[in-house]
């Protein structure tokens, strides 16, 4: 089946310092990944829509300044934290929607990166 | 717009007992529905979906469902639970012709010997 890796899994920063986390397609392309943001025992909040080729689209109350995306090319998202405070500790995880029969898209998920700001 | 409904936070279920997940959901479109587990630390897997047809749906680990379109519902069911079935799980609706996925609240499943 497809897969989506994430990279780090984990990392731990200190406060004010940006953090970059990577999101790649490994055997499909995708034009589109999501990033979700998931608090401790919460569930998943979609944070922004990253689109090869032009400017991600972030859902309302997500700072589009703070969570930098970039769609590298089309097997590769990155979400940069900048300026990273303790409540952006939180569990990362991007997926991406591979084609199939039909017009119907299959999610793929990434295993995910827990970020914790100290 | 898509929204999920998962009334229960938590379940707490002896092994082998059989055991219901309720889902609800909202649409103003066709949906596509889906389970999702999580373990500890980890990111989400596919339990099973619903896309069409047979609206009993058969997935990994011995999980089925039940599509319910006048209900609106998706509800998970296992008909006995082992200790290693415990863990998050997700219900998600996705409207046809978008890509978003929206996910419920999620309820944790507790199995104990």
């Known amino acids: 089946g497809a897969v989506v890796s994430q990279h780090p899994s984990w990392v731990i920063c200190k406060s004010g310092t940006s953090v970059k986390i990577e999101c790649r397609s490994l055997?499909?392309?995708?034009?589109?990944m999501f990033w979700y943001r998931q608090f401790p025992k919460q569930s998943l909040m979609l944070m922004a829509t990253?689109?090869?080729?032009?400017?991600?689209?972030?859902e309302q109350g997500v700072e589009k300044d703070k969570f930098l995306i970039n769609h590298a090319s089309l097997t590769l998202s990155t979400l940069t934290v900048t300026s990273a405070h303790p409540e952006d500790s939180s569990f990362y995880i991007c997926?991406?929607?591979?084609?199939?029969?039909?017009?119907?898209?299959?999610?793929?998920f990434g295993p995910g990166t827990r970020l914790t700001v100290t | 717009a898509q929204s999920v409904t998962q009334l229960d936070s938590q379940v707490p279920v002896f092994e082998e007992a059989p055991v219901e997940l309720r889902c609800n959901y909202s649409?103003?479109?066709?949906?596509?529905l889906f389970w999702y587990v999580q373990y500890p630390n980890q990111g989400l897997q596919l339990l099973l979906k619903y896309l069409s047809g047979s609206t009993l749906v058969k997935g990994i680990n011995g999980f089925e469902a039940e599509f319910n379109k006048s209900q609106t519902s998706f509800h998970l069911r296992k008909p006995s639970v082992h200790i290693s079935d415990t863990a998050e799980y997700f219900c998600?609706?996705?409207?046809?012709?978008?890509?978003?996925?929206?996910f419920g609240t999620g309820t944790r499943l507790l199995v104990s010997p």
């Open positions: 055997d499909f392309q995708a034009t589109t």
């Open positions: 998600a609706v996705k409207g046809k012709g978008f890509q978003k996925l929206v």
């Open positions: 990253s689109n090869e080729g032009s400017k991600a689209t972030y």
């Open positions: 997926s991406a929607p591979r084609g199939l029969a039909g017009g119907y898209y299959e999610q793929y």
């Open positions: 649409s103003s479109v066709s949906v596509y």
